[in-house]
């Protein structure tokens, strides 16, 4: 078989877990490829895409800041990642660039891991409406969960996700102080899409604790650190918490598939990333 390289474009790039979990996962399956990150700054994206074609790189991954921007230089985008407005996967097929978005079925993926059926009758709401938010929000809504509320410090960005949302689930954009005040206990899932308890901000909260109710579960796209301090002070009150680690691998599993056709053990890809981190 001959061997093929794969991507990660970003920067920073020189922490990602992507490496790493791509590389053992193709050992783990015998194939010979190889995956390696690249820091490209914002004004060579272009250049790099062109040099990655060129160089014949069967696909490659996009991360911060370029999820948007890579758009612009593709020759095909599914609808999800249309509908989302982002792209974290391409495949390069003879130099035709395929775009998708694996971040929201692998947060779903990770979820359904930890809630099973139960995810259907859940009345969930998403603190933040950014792009990771778009995406677990296209996903949940396409699911079918039970009611779906929007809230960010940036009304306008919650209203936004509410009109690309028009599968089974309506999605209801509210107000911070509404949803902080009055609605936080009727909430059965509460999701961190925020970079709020990330570092350098480890001491911070998204959201306040006192109205979470007691058997909800709260979940954080953050994955390092593997419990924010969110889900800690969550925890302390009973309240089930989820990280974003499933997330991250889920969505590097789907992104793996997509390239060579073989979905990988994600729970070994979930080893690899937690000895790495520590955990
Ligand atoms: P983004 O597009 O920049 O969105 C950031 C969101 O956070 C916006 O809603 C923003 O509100 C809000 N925010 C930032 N600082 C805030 C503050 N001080 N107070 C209140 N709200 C604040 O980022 P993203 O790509 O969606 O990523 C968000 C998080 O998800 C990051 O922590 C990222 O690491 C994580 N993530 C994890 C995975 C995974 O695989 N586990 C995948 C993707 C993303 P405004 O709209 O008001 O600015």
């Known amino acids: 078989m001959t061997a093929k390289l794969f991507a990660l474009l970003g920067s ?53 800041p370029h999820k948007v921007s890579i758009m612009e230089h593709l020759d095909e985008i599914d609808e ?10 391409v495949v ?22 930890e809630t099973g059926p139960a995810l259907k009758e859940m009345r969930v ?21 039970k009611e779906i509320v929007v809230t960010n410090r940036t009304y306008e960005k ?3 996700i509410s009109h690309i949302c028009t599968s089974n689930t309506e999605v209801k954009p509210m107000k911070r102080e509404e949803t902080e005040a009055e609605a936080a206990s009727r909430f059965d899932l509460l999701i961190n899409t925020t970079s709020i308890g990330m570092s350098p901000r480890i001491d911070d ?12 579960m ?6 390092n650190p593997l419990k924010t301090k969110w889900l800690r002070e969550c925890e302390k009150r009973g309240v089930a918490i989820h990280n974003g680690l499933g997330m991250f691998v889920g969505q590097g599993a789907r ?24 955990g």
């Open 92 to 113: 390069n097929e003879n130099g035709r660039l395929f775009g998708s978005n694996t971040d929201g079925q692998g947060y779903l993926d990770s979820l359904l891991d």
């Open 205 to 216: 909260m998204p959201f306040p604790i006192e109205n979470i109710r007691e058997g909800a």
């Open 12 to 64: 920073p790039v020189e922490h990602s877990m992507s490496p790493l979990m791509h590389n053992r996962a193709f050992n783990r399956l015998n194939l010979p490829h190889r995956y390696h990150a690249f820091d490209v700054e914002p004004d060579k994206l272009g250049e790099a895409v062109e040099s990655l074609k060129v160089l014949g790189v069967a696909g490659w991954n996009v991360t911060v």
């Open 80 to 89: 999800e990642a249309e509908k989302i407005g982002a792209v974290n996967t």
């Open 125 to 145: 709401l998403i603190i933040g409406a950014g792009g990771a938010a778009r995406a677990v929000t296209t996903v949940l809504s396409r699911f079918g969960v």
């Open 255 to 278: 992104s793996f598939e997509r390239w060579v056709n073989v979905l990988p053990d994600v729970q070994e890809m979930k080893r690899d990333v937690l000895a790495q981190l520590g």
């Open 218 to 223: 709260v979940s954080d796209l953050i994955y």
């Open 158 to 160: 919650a209203e936004a």
